[in-house]
Nanobody, 121 residues
Framework: VQLQAFGGGLVQAGGSLRLSCEAS????????MAWLRQAPGKERELVAR???????AYADFLKGRFTISRDNAKDTVYLQMNSLKPEDTAVYYC????????????????WGQGTLVTVSS
């Protein structure tokens, strides 16, 4: 599976962005998908996951600001980000997983190249 992420950019605090991640060369629908991010000088962190069946989970720090969704007909996963804050500035990565070992234990089989989101204050 090849993943390609789109949609990053510069946005003012309080604004919104939608990230997209398109999959190719694989059966997208059988994979769970996730968005992770890495801010400068910080470790990568999991933001949101969505199972192949559509159930989703989010990092506690988001407090409902982001929504992950998927369109299996388009082999695409999305991350709608609202009420963006400067601390959301990071490179955002999409990733695919085959086996679900929970929020902390899952490892990712495939990664997209990352897309930079910059939130100005």
């Amino acid at each position: 599976v090849q993943l390609q992420a789109f949609g990053g950019g510069l946005v003012q605090a309080g604004g919104s962005l939608r990230l997209s991640c398109e999959a190719s060369r694989g059966t997208f629908s059988r994979y769970g998908m996730a968005w992770l991010r890495q801010a400068p000088g910080k470790e990568r962190e999991l933001v949101a996951r969505i199972r192949s069946g559509g159930s989703s989970a989010y990092a506690d720090f988001l407090k409902g600001r982001f929504t992950i969704s998927r369109d299996n007909a388009k082999d695409t996963v999305y991350l709608q980000m609202n009420s963006l804050k400067p601390e959301d500035t990071a490179v955002y990565y999409c990733a695919a997983y085959s086996w679900d070992w929970g929020w902390e234990g899952t490892t990712y089989d495939y990664w997209g190249q990352g897309t930079l989101v910059t939130v100005s204050s």
